[in-house]
């Protein structure tokens, strides 16, 4: 896999959200989250928020954080560190390399 597995299109991605790609697709134990930032770099995390089960694809993403959408946990997009509260978790991180307009995802590689 070292090519990556390609996921989506830079423009299946709105600039400041995100998809999930279906753990049946990446071999993960979670969906994973593909969030385009405002400055259009996409980042991929484990789609789940470890504070209570909500997509984080769901939520919203600016300056290089992503806000779960149930209650507001913010997390770091280069490394899935929490950056807020009631989250006290990190999710994991995946490598995600955007190639001729084309998303690949690296599945348990760190970015």
Request: glycine share 8%.
């Amino acid at each position: 896999m070292s090519d990556g597995i390609r996921v989506a299109a830079l423009d299946d991605i709105p600039q400041g959200e995100g998809i999930a790609i279906d753990k049946a697709i990446t071999g993960t134990a979670d969906n994973i989250a593909l969030l385009r930032d405002t400055d259009d770099i996409v980042y991929a995390l484990d789609d789940t928020c470890t504070h209570e089960t909500a997509s984080l694809a769901d939520g919203w993403v600016e300056d290089g954080y992503v806000e779960c959408p149930l209650h507001s946990s913010k997390f770091c997009l280069k490394n899935g560190e929490v950056q807020g509260l009631p989250a006290t978790r990190n999710v994991c991180p995946h490598r995600v390399v955007v190639r001729d307009a084309e998303v690949y995802l690296f599945p348990g590689e760190t970015p």
